[in-house]
């Protein structure tokens, strides 16, 4: 059956749609059929303009509201999208490929949290009194202006309200631009936050591929960039940023390692590794791809795994009894299928799938690779697809060492009965985002983000207020000024 989910228009700018067809055509696929069910336009300069005056022309008097207005326009929009789960959860499969069992709780609601959370905070952003002797210091914590949020294809919807609602809580302005290979979720966006009563222009939406992003970045009315993507994206863009001085954000790519110890319990050690690392069908930036297995229970957590690889219902995507969809495009599948004929040939064993399915779409079976080593192409650089990688070790000392030799860091787990060994993991390892006995979990109410080359900042949580605003400070003289001449 072929859908069609063709938007109104390509462009929200200043509360409505808008089109200018001389923009380059994209085209929007659906990665369970290969079918094209939509496109878009690539901004124009025009429209690009148009986004960027409509919002600086709206930010400032937005920024004077009392922060509990705005917040409670977010919380009308986190309404909306919950009443709109369903309808949103089918666009957000139909141009993912995401199974519906999945967008359903784990993408629009996602963004209906982070709005809800940042509306729920925005009357309390304030400042704080300094008592000096008789003088005193207070601080006011002040919006940067205009934003621009740039966004994955991996969770379209959640990646604009995690950058759009702290911004708009701080009383900024946010253009967001979506990936091109998922443009259609954020127009959704777009529209219910004008429906939940935000003014024209506060959040704009542009389509186009990365000179679109760069005409924003470099546009010296934009006060801050936020990006998530890959690294060399973010390096791009943070030079760009970086040479007009603007305030980032980089949420960006990883290799992260997840580790079991011989003490775990195996069910939820296996549960973890397989969140990690097939959810989204592998296509998440924080996945624990690097999964390292004490050597006491490796050939028993590979036996359990495969068992519990046989569950995948791989199949249409809109039927809730699939838990297992295809990659997003034809590119990703290439670029997947090359890792694991990599893996093979550098002598990893290939315990289970990796198979591209003769089917239209953008299919491969979930691939377990086993006794791969710390040199393997599999085992260092990021794949962004259905391929988990395990390694043995023998101590603690010995895995730190090696989960840490990788230019990522965004996340890492452990699964373990010892608690004290948890802990002294976690402090050891340095990535920005760690789980003990469990994997993935991105509550609202806890930053998210990465150290080295996996990013620069953190999102979510009261975190992220101090990202999307700047502290002034009021020295307040309250006797006579002394002066030497």
């Keep these: 059956m072929t859908h069609q989910i063709q938007p109104q228009a390509s462009h929200y700018i200043a509360g409505e749609y808008v089109e200018d067809t001389a923009g380059d055509e994209i085209p929007v696929v659906n990665p369970a059929t290969g079918e094209r069910i939509a496109h878009v336009h690539a901004a124009t300069p025009a429209l690009i303009e148009r986004a960027i005056t409509s919002a600086a022309a709206a930010q400032e008097a937005w920024a004077a509201l009392p922060g509990g207005e705005r917040g409670r326009v977010l919380r009308r929009a986190a309404d909306l999208i919950r009443a709109r789960n369903r309808e949103l959860s089918i666009l957000e499969t139909l141009n993912t490929g995401k199974p519906l069992q999945e967008t359903l709780v784990a993408d629009a609601v996602s963004g209906a949290d982070s709005l809800e959370y940042f509306g729920g905070i925005a009357a309390t952003l304030g400042g704080e009194h300094i008592q000096i002797g008789e003088d005193w210091v207070y601080t006011r914590r002040e919006p940067l202006g205009v934003c621009v949020g740039i966004g994955a294809w991996n969770y379209p919807a959640q990646i604009a309200c995690w950058k759009s609602a702290p911004a708009l809580a701080c009383g900024n302005a946010m253009i967001f631009k979506p990936s091109e290979t998922t443009p259609l979720s954020a127009l959704k966006v777009a529209e219910i936050l004008t429906e939940a009563g935000l003014p024209a222009g506060l959040f704009n939406v542009l389509q186009g591929m990365g000179e679109v992003g760069a005409a924003l970045v470099a546009d010296p009315r934009v006060a801050k960039v936020s990006l998530t993507g890959s690294v060399a994206t973010g390096r791009r863009i943070y030079a760009a940023a970086g040479a ?137 650089e990021e794949i962004f697809g259905p391929v988990m990688a395990v390694l043995d070790f023998d101590t603690e000392d010995e895995v730190i060492a090696r989960a840490n030799a990788t230019e990522y860091g965004l996340s890492a787990g452990v699964f373990t009965r010892d608690i004290s060994r948890a802990h002294r993991m976690v402090a050891r390892l340095r990535a920005g985002s760690c789980f003990i006995n469990s994997y993935n979990d991105t509550p609202v109410e806890a930053p998210f983000g990465g150290t080295k080359a996996s990013g620069v900042g953190r999102e979510n949580s009261r975190a992220a207020i101090g990202h999307y605003s700047e502290l002034k400070s009021v020295f307040v003289r309250m006797g006579r000024v002394e002066a030497p001449y």
Excluded at 334 to 346: D, F, H, K, N, Q
Aim: aromatic share 8%.
């Design 244 to 380: 007009g001085l603007k305030h980032v954000t980089m949420e960006l790519g990883g290799k992260s390692p997840l580790i079991v110890f011989e003490d775990a319990d195996i069910e939820d050690a296996v549960g973890g590794a397989i969140l990690g690392n097939f959810y989204s069908s592998g296509q998440v930036c924080s996945n624990g791809t690097r999964v390292f297995v004490q050597k006491g229970i490796k050939e028993r957590f590979l036996a359990r795994l495969e068992e519990r690889l046989r569950d995948v219902v791989i199949g249409d995507p809109l039927d809730e009894s699939v838990n297992f969809g295809p990659l997003v495009s034809a590119k990703q599948l290439e670029i997947v299928t090359s890792y694991v004929a990599r893996g093979r040939e550098e002598g990893a064993r290939l315990v289970t799938g990796g198979e591209v399915l003769d089917r239209p779409g953008f299919w491969i079976t979930p691939a377990v690779f086993a006794d791969v080593s710390d040199r393997m192409t599999i085992a260092r």
